[in-house]
């Protein structure tokens, strides 16, 4: 669905402080340590996307918070126009209350945290970060007292995907989120090597999908990368399947302009189920890298359109 106005993406660094092994990023070198956009061409992108009239601000990595200038960066966004400015974060800087404050202070509105478990085990094992897990809760208890909304990140692997209904209800109907995104990891760098070894199926996870859907309020969780006829029980919740020409922009690390549409589209393909399908004419397809490894017996061409997906059409 497009969004009531452009969303602009600002890629700041590639540099992390976790090793998640699902990272659509590539492997962390030196010489991709060194890529990251310097201040003037961040300025320069924040300039050109509010004179289109982008209004919403995503700033992410890598690790947006391990940038030395960030705070001097989301000033200028906020004097350059833009309403509102989300940090996308593993959230272990944000540990640090005055860190917090001073972000909140520079503009920070909205923020979402990327947690991959509803324990401190777990997660911590997933992105390598000892501490990682209780340093994101205690700056979520930080926004939390300075009013930021915030959201949640999890991306769904073989490690996690059982406890996905348990960090829906203790991470967002019982603890400090206000809504949720679970993302299907694309078979893109890190995960392009990993997959194998992490990745889950669809049908893997369409049971744990379903169950954290009944511990939240219908709207606070989504689920990405995900297409219809994997999952149709949760139509509704699904982004990024549908065909869609918005406005939104990114400037990637290397200062490059990104179509993110085109990008999105590129990573889909169809197959011979695509063609029988009641929504052929408004799905983007399936994944290319999925469909190649586990092939397409898992996708059944849906005889009608899901009701859920007529209302939501019709809003």
Same mark, same amino acid.
């Given at each position: 669905?497009?969004?009531?106005?452009?969303?602009?993406?600002?890629?700041?660094?590639?540099?992390?402080?976790?090793?998640?092994?699902?990272?659509?990023?590539?492997?962390?070198?030196?010489?991709?340590?060194?890529?990251?956009?310097?201040?003037?061409?961040?300025?320069?992108?924040?300039?050109?996307?509010?004179?289109?009239?982008?209004?919403?601000?995503?700033?992410?990595?890598?690790?947006?918070?391990?940038?030395?200038?960030?705070?001097?960066?989301?000033?200028?966004?906020?004097?350059?126009?833009?309403?509102?400015?989300?940090?996308?974060?593993?959230?272990?800087?944000?540990?640090?209350?005055?860190?917090?404050?001073?972000?909140?202070?520079?503009?920070?509105?909205?923020?979402?945290?990327?947690?991959?478990?509803?324990?401190?085990?777990?997660?911590?094992?997933?992105?390598?970060?000892?501490?990682?897990?209780?340093?994101?809760?205690?700056?979520?208890?930080?926004?939390?007292?300075?009013?930021?909304?915030?959201?949640?990140?999890?991306?769904?692997?073989?490690?996690?995907?059982?406890?996905?209904?348990?960090?829906?209800?203790?991470?967002?109907?019982?603890?400090?989120?206000?809504?949720?995104?679970?993302?299907?990891?694309?078979?893109?760098?890190?995960?392009?090597?990993?997959?194998?070894?992490?990745?889950?199926?669809?049908?893997?996870?369409?049971?744990?999908?379903?169950?954290?859907? #009944?511990? %939240?309020? &219908?709207?606070? !969780?989504?689920? /990405?990368?995900?297409?219809?006829? @994997? =999952?149709?029980?949760?139509?509704? *919740?699904?982004?990024?399947?549908?065909?869609?020409?918005?406005?939104?922009?990114?400037?990637?690390?290397?200062? #490059?302009? %990104?179509? &993110?549409?085109? !990008?999105?589209? /590129?990573?889909?393909?169809?197959? @011979? =189920?695509?063609?029988?399908?009641? *929504?052929?004419?408004?799905?983007?397809?399936?994944?290319?890298?999925?469909?190649?490894?586990?092939?397409?017996?898992?996708?059944?061409? &849906?005889?009608?359109?899901?009701? /859920?997906?007529?209302?939501?059409?019709?809003?």
């Amino acid at each position: 669905m497009r969004t009531a106005d452009p969303v602009f993406e600002l890629f700041l660094n590639y540099a992390c402080q976790a090793k998640c092994a699902f990272c659509y990023n590539p492997p962390i070198t030196d010489e991709l340590l060194r890529r990251e956009l310097s201040f003037e061409q961040a300025a320069a992108a924040l300039y050109r996307a509010a004179k289109a009239g982008a209004k919403r601000l995503n700033m992410h990595g890598g690790e947006v918070t391990l940038r030395d200038d960030l705070l001097k960066i989301v000033r200028l966004a906020r004097k350059t126009g833009f309403e509102q400015i989300t940090l996308v974060t593993n959230g272990v800087k944000l540990g640090d209350a005055k860190y917090a404050k001073a972000l909140v202070s520079a503009g920070v509105t909205h923020a979402r945290m990327s947690l991959h478990a509803p324990d401190a085990k777990t997660h911590d094992a997933i992105v390598m970060v000892p501490g990682a897990f209780d340093r994101a809760l205690r700056g979520a208890a930080h926004l939390r007292k300075l009013r930021v909304p915030l959201g949640l990140n999890f991306v769904l692997i073989r490690e996690n995907v059982a406890k996905l209904p348990e960090a829906a209800k203790r991470l967002v109907a019982e603890g400090p989120f206000d809504e949720m995104i679970v993302y299907f990891p694309h078979e893109r760098g890190m995960m392009s090597l990993n997959a194998a070894e992490i990745g889950v199926t669809y049908e893997q996870a369409r049971r744990p999908l379903i169950d954290a859907a #009944k511990e %939240v309020e &219908l709207g606070r !969780m989504l689920v /990405a990368n995900v297409p219809p006829c @994997a =999952a149709p029980e949760l139509a509704d *919740l699904l982004l990024d399947w549908e065909k869609d020409r918005g406005e939104s922009g990114m400037i990637g690390p290397e200062g #490059k302009a %990104v179509d &993110l549409e085109a !990008m999105k589209d /590129a990573q889909k393909g169809t197959i @011979a =189920a695509c063609r029988a399908c009641a *929504l052929k004419e408004r799905c983007r397809g399936v994944e290319s890298e999925y469909a190649s490894r586990h092939g397409d017996g898992e996708f059944r061409a &849906l005889a009608a359109v899901p009701p /859920a997906l007529k209302a939501a059409a019709g809003r």
